[in-house]
């Protein structure tokens, strides 16, 4: 029997965490035949409801479920940890100035990843869900010296997912049949959606849409403001579409990208495409192993170009606001 893989969950009582936990213990984010223990960490005002959840765990009898323990200590939560879903973070409230969100982000990415370089496995994988994804990353990352840069993450494979949809939508294409889309920079309202290299069923998607009007006005926005969208229709964020990215961004990077296909991740730059060094910026990338590799030799168009750069301009100037705070 193969040895259990310890999975830590953050903000595990929230409304990501009830759709993500679920889905872990039931072999969704390694593979069927691989068991699982969890640990949820929660601030103490979350311990409660994440006990209950624990409870909820238990009565599912997961055959592949081989333990919970839920703490508010990092220290704990990350003890032996081979992944990490950094899903609870300070969410924006009104009148809430970016500093101060950054800042109070700050209190909570760089004790765990302190946490996370002291106490986790040599094989530690992180995925930073908590918003501002990218940059609470790069605090993570940067209070962990000691674990490799490239092991910190974030997660822009829902931007992905919705991006596949909208264009199998556009295209009457099922989305099994679109390969190659990627998502640039930032997951935030820059983020940048591309079609020009993805392919429908082996044709070039951007010359099967051939409505370059339909990508600048309907597509990229329909695919950045859908966060938005769906809080006005349901009345509530979209957890469960967030928690099953989570589960997709995972499951690659362990499992691999299929032959001939590429996924969408937020990763630390090495530089190419222009985007500078150590930014953690979302790119085409492969996975293979439990490793990941930048798509590298696309060419980028103008319409390309002017969006990526933007996205990357944004992340920029978020690095520089951390690092004026001296959180990295
Ligand atoms: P959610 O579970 O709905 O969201 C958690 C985080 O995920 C937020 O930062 C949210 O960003 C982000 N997110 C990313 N993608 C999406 C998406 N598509 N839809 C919605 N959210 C997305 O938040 P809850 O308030 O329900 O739960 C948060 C939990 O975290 C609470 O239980 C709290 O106690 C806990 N917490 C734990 C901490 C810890 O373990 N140290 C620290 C802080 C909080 P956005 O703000 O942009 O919606």
Same mark, same amino acid.
């Given at each position: 029997t193969r040895t259990p893989v310890n999975v830590t969950v953050t903000g595990a009582a929230g409304q990501i965490g009830y759709a993500l936990l679920f889905r872990i213990a039931s072999g969704h984010l390694l593979g069927a035949d691989v068991p699982v223990r969890l640990r949820l960490l929660e601030i103490p005002q979350g311990l409660k409801a994440a006990e209950g959840t624990a409870m909820e765990l238990d009565d599912c009898a997961f055959p592949l479920l081989q333990g919970i323990e839920i703490t508010d200590d990092p220290n704990v939560g990350f003890d032996g940890a081979n992944v990490a879903l950094l899903v609870g973070a300070r969410p924006r409230t009104k009148g809430m100035e970016r500093g101060d969100l950054l800042e109070a982000n700050g209190g909570i990415f760089k004790p765990q990843g302190k946490a996370i370089n002291d106490h986790a496995a040599d094989d530690i994988k992180v995925l930073v869900v908590g918003n501002p994804a990218n940059t609470n990353a790069l605090i993570a990352q940067a209070a962990a $010296?000691?674990? $490799? +840069?490239?092991r910190f993450t974030a997660m822009t494979r829902l931007d992905h997912n919705r991006a596949l949809s909208q264009l199998a939508k556009k295209t009457g294409a099922q989305v099994s049949d679109i390969k190659k889309l990627t998502i640039w920079g930032?997951?935030? +309202?820059?983020?940048y959606p591309d079609i020009f290299h993805a392919e429908i069923a082996g044709k070039n998607a951007a010359e099967v849409v051939g409505d370059e009007q339909w990508l600048a006005d309907d597509f990229i926005p329909t695919v950045a403001k859908r966060g938005a969208a769906i809080i006005e229709a349901r009345g509530a964020s979209s957890a469960a579409s967030a928690a099953n990215a989570a589960i997709d961004h995972v499951h690659t990077w362990v499992n691999g990208t299929a032959e001939g296909n590429w996924t969408s991740m937020g990763i630390p730059s090495d530089g190419s495409y222009g985007v500078p060094e150590g930014l953690i910026s979302s790119f085409p990338v492969t996975t293979k192993n439990g490793t990941y590799e930048i798509v590298q030799g696309l060419d980028i168009n103008e319409f390309s170009r002017a969006r990526i750069d933007a996205s990357v301009q944004e992340l920029a100037e978020e690095r520089d606001a951390v690092r004026a705070l001296g959180l990295i």
């Open positions: $010296p000691d674990v $490799p +840069a490239e930032n997951h935030s +309202a820059t983020q």
